[in-house]
T-cell receptor, first 116, second 111 residues
Framework: DAGVIQSPRHEVTEMGQEVTLRCKPI?????LFWYRQTMMRGLELLIY????????DSGMPEDRFSAKMPNASFSTLKIQPSEPRDSAVYFC?????FGRGTGELFFGEGSRLTVL | DAKTTQPPSMDCAEGRAANLPCNHS???????VYWYRQIHSQGPQYIIHGLKNNETNEMASLIITEDRKSSTLILPHATLRDTAVYYCIVRVFSGNTPLVFGKGTRLSVIA
């Protein structure tokens, strides 16, 4: 299994530009989570989906952030316009929300965003 | 907000057991204790979880007190590769319930 795949791994952009981060969950998983990690705030949950439906987006910092999951194998997190304070590592995670599994979340390697 | 309290940092000599404590005094009856670790900015990695019994797997052991208000993660023979931030999380055993991370414990394994 390829695991959770995120792209790009690194992104450097200028303030005001649109940023799109992508995530491919593990095949067969039906829950997907977006997290953001900074030195100051640690790992924060931004939004999560179950069966492609957003369940809780209360962690999305403001209207500049949006996330979609058009199908079970793809999700995007978009920032428009980007600001320097959005600089962080963004993690995507997925899991299977039913059955006898451990409830374990599988994380991708993250997308490191730098906004100048 | 995280429902757990962990020491910010710990050191452990290579080859010795690393014992990482966690307090979760407000844990509910349907909440499990999960441990994850994050090695140098990689994505967090699942280690182990438990409800009330002690658990062991190939990575670690989890000891939960009888009142379930605290637990200890044990890495029996720590190696340099175990240097990481370790997160203790309480969570209901429902697949689509997210993990809420606290600050964790930064474990440094020293040669």
């Amino acid at each position: 299994d390829a695991g959770v795949i995120q792209s790009p791994r690194h992104e450097v952009t200028e303030m005001g530009q649109e940023v799109t981060l992508r995530c491919k969950p593990i095949s067969g998983h039906n829950s997907l989570f977006w997290y953001r990690q900074t030195m100051m705030r640690g790992l924060e949950l931004l939004i999560y989906f179950n069966n492609n439906v957003p369940i809780d987006d209360s962690g999305m910092p403001e209207d500049r952030f949006s996330a979609k999951m058009p199908n079970a194998s793809f999700s995007t997190l978009k920032i428009q316009p980007s600001e320097p304070r959005d600089s962080a590592v963004y993690f995507c995670a997925s899991n299977l929300s039913f059955g006898r599994g451990t409830g374990e979340l599988f994380f991708g390697e993250g997308s490191r965003l730098t906004v100048l | 907000d995280a429902k757990t309290t962990q020491p910010p940092s710990m050191d452990c000599a290579e080859g010795r057991a690393a014992n990482l404590p966690c307090n979760h005094s407000t844990i509910s009856g349907n909440e499990y204790v999960y441990w994850y670790r994050q090695i140098h900015s990689q994505g967090p990695q699942y280690i182990i979880h438990g409800l009330k019994n002690n658990e062991t797997n190939e990575m670690a052991s989890l000891i939960i007190t009888e009142d379930r208000k605290s637990s200890t993660l044990i890495l029996p023979h720590a190696t340099l590769r175990d240097t990481a931030v370790y997160y203790c999380i309480v969570r209901v055993f429902s697949g689509n319930t997210p993990l809420v991370f606290g600050k964790g414990t930064r474990l440094s394994v020293i040669a």
